[in-house]
């Protein structure tokens, strides 16, 4: 099998030593593949995060993945299946022998099963369900009936909480000999005799406390709830605005159901921005496991979508075909107002999105991020218009070409600016993703009003 390829730059070479998987231990795993030598596996295997394990399965191919996971057995971890890609979740989960997939499964988190099912095939959701403890299978199917992307799904079962009323030495007993804490958690949650989140106890005030001292004079200043049915980006958003470590999360009538921790919503913000980014360049959500079937499914829409826009941009072009026909320089300036124009549309749609995610462009704002956009767009428009007035003469010898691109290019980035803020405003005004399709509009508009402002003047003061 080929050696795969993981050079980072020389910059990255410095400190491949802090890398557990690099090019020298993955040519070791596959040299323990190839010879089924499994000690030598389990040894290079050993030291990796799952983290690590799972970068490993998703950069190798199909049939030395599934050499592998028959070799390592029933060392497979169930954190390695959180870690991995959703492409190729689902193959590695079908070549895993039922008992290992269940020894895996057992000691995740339910918030981690819940992910791990949500998008799998009955069968395959049915094994993993059948593998847990029936506390855990009920906690898990209860989640699987909250929406899709909510805070329901998004949250673990597993809650550390105490009575109001207890003090901190109750607390440091209860911890102490309870049968099962969570393996990570950063608070002890009071609540009322209903069920109901009055306030978190960070554990560093726990431990630094008398035992005397009542839990309700610790709690912490900031205290959120989160609804069990709000969606998981604003769960992110919240986490990020306030932050948050870890956050109760409630249900209809107020009452204790789970908790969500920083790890998951920051996993979530990142989700959202890779998203975005995905999107922007109308890719969709793919990845670099999808097949070439799947991959060319996600982007043909928007490809198309962009077809039919350069044909209205060149339905343009034509109405001014006999102006092009005098005047062949003309054609060969024509792309460099539209390029300009795209690039400065493409400019202020980053921004915005990006705004608009964060929330941090609103109704309150807008108009003035709206005109910052369009004197952005005439002070660039006036810079690179004397530029080209001057190439314009210089290259074809007069004056009055070079006065009609430059125009040309102040009105273009000037409607880039505009468009470039405007439209992913109105498409989150109407209840549409603003990174979804943004590009192919504003591209769309530049181009459309670039040819149509520099062929127009040039109709008018050349012909």
Same mark, same amino acid.
């Given at each position: 099998?080929?050696?795969?390829?993981?050079?980072?730059?020389?910059?990255?070479?410095?400190?491949?030593?802090?890398?557990?998987?690099?090019?020298?231990?993955?040519?070791?795993?596959?040299?323990?593949?190839?010879?089924?030598?499994?000690?030598?596996?389990?040894?290079?295997?050993?030291?990796?995060?799952?983290?690590?394990?799972?970068?490993?399965?998703?950069?190798?191919?199909?049939?030395?993945?599934?050499?592998?996971?028959?070799?390592?057995?029933?060392?497979?971890?169930?954190?390695?299946?959180?870690?991995?890609?959703?492409?190729?979740?689902?193959?590695?989960?079908?070549?895993?022998?039922?008992?290992?997939?269940?020894?895996?499964?057992?000691?995740?988190?339910?918030?981690?099963?819940?992910?791990?099912?949500?998008?799998?095939?009955?069968?395959?959701?049915?094994?993993?369900?059948?593998?847990?403890?029936?506390?855990?299978?009920?906690?898990?199917?209860?989640?699987?009936?909250?929406?899709?992307?909510?805070?329901?799904?998004?949250?673990?079962?597993?809650?550390?909480?105490?009575?109001?009323?207890?003090?901190?030495?109750?607390?440091?007993?209860?911890?102490?000999?309870?049968?099962?804490?969570?393996?990570?958690?950063?608070?002890?949650?009071?609540?009322?005799?209903?069920?109901?989140?009055? =306030? +978190?106890?960070?554990?560093?005030?726990?431990?630094? &406390?008398? $035992?005397?001292? #009542?839990? *309700? @004079? !610790?709690?912490?200043?900031?205290?959120?709830?989160?609804?069990?049915?709000?969606?998981?980006?604003?769960?992110?958003?919240?986490?990020?605005?306030?932050?948050?470590?870890?956050?109760?999360?409630?249900?209809?009538?107020?009452?204790?159901?789970?908790?969500?921790?920083?790890?998951?919503?920051?996993?979530?913000?990142?989700?959202?921005?890779?998203?975005?980014?995905?999107?922007?360049?109308?890719?969709?959500?793919?990845?670099?496991?999808?097949?070439?079937?799947?991959?060319?499914?996600?982007?043909?829409?928007?490809?198309?979508?962009?077809?039919?826009?350069?044909?209205?941009?060149?339905?343009?072009?034509?109405?001014?075909?006999?102006?092009?026909?005098?005047?062949?320089?003309?054609?060969?300036?024509?792309?460099?107002?539209?390029?300009?124009? =795209? +690039?400065?549309?493409?400019?202020?749609?980053?921004? &915005?999105? $990006?705004?608009? #995610?964060? *929330? @941090? !462009?609103?109704?309150?704002?807008?108009?003035?991020?709206?005109?910052?956009?369009?004197?952005?767009?005439?002070?660039?428009?006036?810079?690179?218009?004397?530029?080209?007035?001057?190439?314009?003469?210089?290259?074809?010898?007069?004056?009055?070409?070079?006065?009609?691109?430059?125009?040309?290019?102040?009105?273009?980035?000037?409607?880039?600016?505009?468009?470039?803020?405007?439209?992913?405003?109105?498409?989150?005004?109407?209840?549409?993703?603003?990174?979804?399709?943004?590009?192919?509009?504003?591209?769309?508009?530049?181009?459309?009003?670039?040819?149509?402002?520099?062929?127009?003047?040039?109709?008018?003061?050349?012909?």
């Amino acid at each position: 099998m080929a050696e795969q390829d993981y050079d980072r730059g020389p910059e990255s070479e410095r400190d491949e030593d802090d890398y557990p998987l690099n090019k020298q231990a993955v040519a070791r795993i596959i040299e323990a593949v190839d010879t089924g030598d499994r000690d030598l596996l389990l040894s290079e295997m050993e030291p990796l995060h799952a983290a690590d394990i799972a970068d490993l399965l998703e950069q190798i191919n199909s049939g030395d993945r599934r050499a592998l996971i028959a070799l390592y057995g029933r060392e497979f971890d169930g954190d390695i299946l959180s870690e991995l890609d959703e492409s190729i979740r689902e193959e590695v989960i079908g070549l895993l022998t039922p008992e290992v997939l269940a020894d895996a499964v057992r000691d995740l988190d339910s918030d981690d099963v819940v992910d791990l099912v949500e998008d799998l095939e009955g069968g395959q959701q049915a094994t993993i369900l059948s593998a847990l403890e029936d506390s855990d299978r009920i906690a898990v199917q209860q989640s699987l009936t909250y929406p899709e992307y909510s805070a329901g799904r998004l949250m673990q079962r597993e809650v550390v909480m105490a009575p109001e009323h207890w003090c901190v030495g109750d607390a440091i007993d209860y911890m102490r000999h309870v049968e099962e804490l969570p393996e990570q958690f950063y608070h002890m949650i009071l609540v009322d005799p209903r069920l109901h989140p009055v =306030g +978190n106890v960070t554990l560093g005030r726990i431990m630094g &406390a008398r $035992r005397e001292t #009542a839990l *309700k @004079d !610790l709690v912490e200043d900031t205290f959120h709830t989160i609804r069990v049915t709000r969606d998981e980006g604003d769960v992110a958003y919240m986490f990020n605005q306030y932050h948050l470590i870890s956050a109760p999360v409630v249900d209809e009538d107020d009452r204790l159901v789970g908790v969500i921790t920083i790890d998951d919503a920051m996993a979530v913000l990142d989700e959202e921005h890779e998203e975005d980014i995905m999107r922007l360049a109308g890719v969709g959500e793919g990845g670099l496991n999808d097949s070439v079937i799947e991959t060319s499914k996600q982007r043909v829409p928007w490809l198309a979508v962009n077809l039919l826009t350069a044909i209205l941009a060149s339905l343009v072009i034509a109405q001014f075909e006999a102006t092009i026909t005098q005047f062949v320089a003309l054609a060969v300036l024509m792309p460099i107002v539209a390029s300009m124009g =795209g +690039n400065a549309a493409t400019q202020s749609l980053t921004v &915005a999105v $990006r705004a608009l #995610a964060t *929330k @941090d !462009l609103t109704g309150s704002n807008v108009w003035r991020v709206l005109w910052r956009e369009i004197m952005v767009g005439m002070i660039n428009g006036l810079i690179f218009a004397a530029t080209m007035a001057i190439v314009g003469i210089v290259w074809f010898g007069g004056p009055e070409l070079g006065y009609v691109i430059a125009a040309a290019m102040v009105i273009n980035l000037v409607v880039a600016g505009l468009a470039g803020s405007a439209i992913p405003v109105v498409m989150d005004r109407m209840g549409i993703d603003p990174a979804l399709g943004s590009g192919t509009f504003v591209t769309t508009v530049t181009d459309v009003v670039g040819f149509f402002a520099f062929l127009g003047l040039a109709a008018v003061f050349l012909v």
